[in-house]
T-cell receptor
Framework: TQLLEQSPQFLSIQEGENLTVYCNSSSVFSSLQWYRQEPGEGPVLLVT?????EVKKLKRLTFQFGDARKDSSLHITAAQPGDTGLYLC????????????FGKGTLLTVNP | GAGVSQSPSNKVTEKGKDVELRCDPISGHTALYWYRQSLGQGLEFLIYFQGNSAPDKSGLPSDRFSAERTGGSVSTLTIQRTQQEDSAVYLC????????????????FGPGTRLTVL
């Protein structure tokens, strides 16, 4: 059973379009992180959200943590080819906050 | 500054052979983590170290997998009698110490070792 479900699994869009990817769970997380991974490299942290209902903006990226801390979304405005990559959400639960549970990821391709 | 480094970057081995994967964390980082990333799967937690001790080995898939860390720095993940299902990218990450940076501290990942078992 996958604790964190990400959707869509694959997304191919044109430069300039907007998109949203989702990370859903039936479990409550104390915090949730979004990472981006490029081929041949390890994931790089984009953001950490910790409060239910929290919204964080990072330039063209907007992250939201659900009120119940069970889900999160990542919205990208005016996507650029440089946004191409695998987007992973990862949740931490309770005292085991070192043990991140990762979703399978959304592979985003932005075509010029 | 130097990030997390892993070696080798690629390893091809024959079924039944033992392999050792190495991780050099960021200098000064006391927490070190090993993950496995299989095709179509998310990152799977294997083990973490705080200093040289491994309080949580619950993610190791079988007793063929072991890991050690010496001098609070370099870590080695050993897979004995490799099987084809062990083929994956093995990622190492480090963080300054457990729980820094808020409820969940940032983990800094290395580029991974791609293991192929023929």
């Amino acid at each position: 059973t996958q604790l964190l479900e990400q959707s869509p699994q694959f997304l191919s869009i044109q430069e300039g379009e907007n998109l949203t990817v989702y990370c859903n769970s039936s479990s409550v997380f104390s915090s949730l992180q979004w990472y981006r991974q490029e081929p041949g490299e390890g994931p790089v942290l984009l953001v950490t959200v910790v409060t239910g209902g929290e919204v964080k903006k990072l330039k063209r990226l907007t992250f939201q943590f659900g009120d119940a801390r069970k889900d999160s979304s990542l919205h990208i405005t005016a996507a650029q080819p440089g946004d191409t990559g695998l987007y992973l959400c990862a949740g931490a639960r309770g005292r085991s906050n070192y043990k991140l549970t990762f979703g399978k990821g959304t592979l985003l391709t932005v075509n010029p | 500054g130097a990030g997390v480094s892993q070696s080798p970057s690629n390893k091809v081995t024959e079924k039944g052979k033992d392999v050792e994967l190495r991780c050099d964390p960021i200098s000064g980082h006391t927490a070190l983590y090993w993950y496995r990333q299989s095709l179509g799967q998310g990152l799977e937690f294997l083990i973490y170290f705080q200093g040289n001790s491994a309080p949580d080995k619950s993610g190791l898939p079988s007793d063929r997998f072991s890991a050690e860390r010496t001098g609070g720095s370099v870590s080695t993940l050993t897979i004995q009698r490799t099987q084809q299902e062990d083929s994956a990218v093995y990622l190492c990450a480090s963080s300054p110490r457990l729980g820094t940076g808020g409820p969940t501290g940032e983990q800094f990942f290395g580029p991974g070792t791609r293991l192929t078992v023929l």
